[in-house]
């Protein structure tokens, strides 16, 4: 009797219950394929897709690193914010490309933007200019280091807008001292403009206007040599124009 009353209690127990279920195989981890994330942000790219690039190479960046390619992540990181028109953070994908990968093959272009970067970001020029001498320094660094380069004449487009807009605030404070009166202040910043600036399209006008000023304080001869040089042409027709009339007001006053 007793037995029978365990053997009862064990099927209860054990016989009776749900069935132990077996254990499950673990599916293995998939591993992250860092080169097929970035062939993935490569054509997205490619479709103007730049947000998208932005979100799938930060994750690349973060998985990958150490990884052989990453100057390629850095590059495309830059070149999609510079695409959607924001030069900060394009500037610093370049500059971290330039600083760690000094041999990639993205290495000539990124020097570029660099100074692409700053011209994007330097102010009009009635404002502070840091940017714009910052992009002047960097793009004749490039010019001097890479001549040939095919972004060459591109660089030298973008260094003479910005020789342009420092020489155009030099110009619109001498123009300014010159409209008040302050002859001998607006000649210290048309000489300014021709010293510093000489390439400028700023130059004819500065002259002139230099001239035109040097009248007024009492340098007749001084005014007359320049308008001279300007009335025979070589600084355009509409500059030759303006000093022959203003050779004229200074005759009068003899």
């Known amino acids: 009797m007793r037995n029978q009353l365990i053997t009862i209690a064990l099927v209860i127990a054990f016989g009776c219950g749900p069935a132990l279920a077996a254990p ?7 591993l992250y394929n860092c080169t097929a994330q970035l062939q993935k942000a490569v054509q997205r790219y490619d479709k103007g897709r730049y947000a998208d690039v932005k979100t799938i190479l930060e994750e690349v960046r973060y998985q990958c690193s150490g990884n052989s390619m990453i100057d390629t992540v850095l590059y495309y990181l830059g070149m999609s914010s510079l695409e959607m028109k924001q030069p900060v953070e394009a500037v610093t994908e370049f500059k971290r490309l330039s600083q760690n990968y000094p041999n990639s093959v993205f290495h000539e ?44 004449d591109s660089a030298k487009l973008y260094l003479d807008k910005c020789i342009d807009k420092l020489a155009h605030k ?26 510093g600036y000489p390439q400028s399209d700023y130059v004819p006008d500065s002259r002139l206007y230099m001239a035109v000023a040097l009248g007024k304080i009492s340098r007749p001869a001084e005014a007359r040599m320049i308008l001279t040089e300007l009335a025979d042409g070589s600084a355009g027709e509409a500059i030759a124009k303006k000093a022959k009339k203003a050779l004229q007001r200074l005759d009068k006053r003899k």
């Not at 499950?24 to 998939?30: A, F, G, N, T, W």
């Not at 110009?171 to 001998?184: D, T």
Request: include cysteine; proline fraction near 3%; hydrophobic fraction near 30%.
């Open 24 to 30: 499950q195989k673990k599916k293995p981890r998939k």
């Open 170 to 195: 030099e110009y619109s404070v001498a123009r300014f001292y010159h409209k008040s009166g302050q002859y001998s202040a607006a000649i210290v910043y048309y000489q300014s403009v021709l010293d």
């Open 109 to 152: 272009e990124t020097e570029f933007r660099i100074g692409q970067c700053s011209f994007i970001q330097s102010n009009s020029y009635e404002r502070d200019q840091t940017e714009t001498r910052d992009a002047i320094r960097e793009l004749t660094d490039f010019i001097d280091t890479y001549p040939a380069s095919v972004f060459a």
